[in-house]
């Protein structure tokens, strides 16, 4: 026992010197932890690819070759002979009475006038030998009379009464309650098409409030409404007239 104890206590020592000897040796060599190495990066939006643009000219089509020319050919100058031509006196025409009976010619019978006095109204009859021929002036200066028509029927036919709404029987237009709570106003000038009977026949925007709501508003209720027609003299016609439609906020 006592052989035994002094050679394990030698092995133990051996082995703690073997120990701490591989410990040096591996301090020293070690492998050493790689240094980290700092890595800048900087993020720019990428430009997008755009192919190198090739500009091509236009191939020019080919020549057209010019066209013959034609020799020139010079017209002979025509000469207009000048026409004498005679004067004729003038002739006074008379309006037919009617169409089977042909216009007698009144300055081939009647004598001359003297230049001081006008053409009276009624043609009187020469004194001739042949006194048929007078009588026929006679109706036909009377229908020349009777052709032109009176001045008063002609301006009351001229008279023309334009058409406009019965406001005391149309519906006023209603207010959109989106417009009213929007603040939109302002005035519809409507072009309206007013047919003989009073009715509506078409009508269109002829200046608008600038806000859709309101043109349409007074659209609708101009559509439905009843005018007096418009007058030409003593009869009825179709016209257009124009409408202003006021929307106010009160």
Known sequence: MRRILPAFVMASL?????????????????PLAPRTQVITMRLVDRVPY?????????????PIPPEPRKPA?????????????????????VPVPSPSKPTPMLADHEPDPEP???????VSQPATSSPAEPAKASPSATSRDSDKPPSEPTEAMATVVMAKPRYSVNPPPVYPSI?????????????????ENGRVGDLRIFQSSTHKLLDRAAMKAVKRWQFEPGRHGDRTVAMWVRVPVEFRLQ
Do not use: Q
Not at 50 to 62: A, F, G, M, S
Not at 79 to 93: D, E, L, W, Y
Not at 116 to 122: G, H, K, N, S
Not at 179 to 195: D, M
């Open 50 to 62: 755009c192919p190198p643009t090739i500009n091509t000219l236009p191939i020019p089509p080919p």
């Open 14 to 30: 051996i082995h703690a010197a073997l120990l701490m000897a591989d410990a040096k040796w591996l301090i020293h060599h070690a």
């Open 179 to 195: 417009a009213r709570r929007r603040g939109y106003h302002g005035t519809v000038i409507l072009e309206v098409f007013v047919k």
């Open 116 to 122: 001081a006095v006008p053409l009276p109204e009624t």
């Open 73 to 93: 050919v010079n017209p002979k100058p025509v000469v207009k002979k000048s026409k004498t031509f005679k004067k004729k006196p003038p002739v006074k025409k």
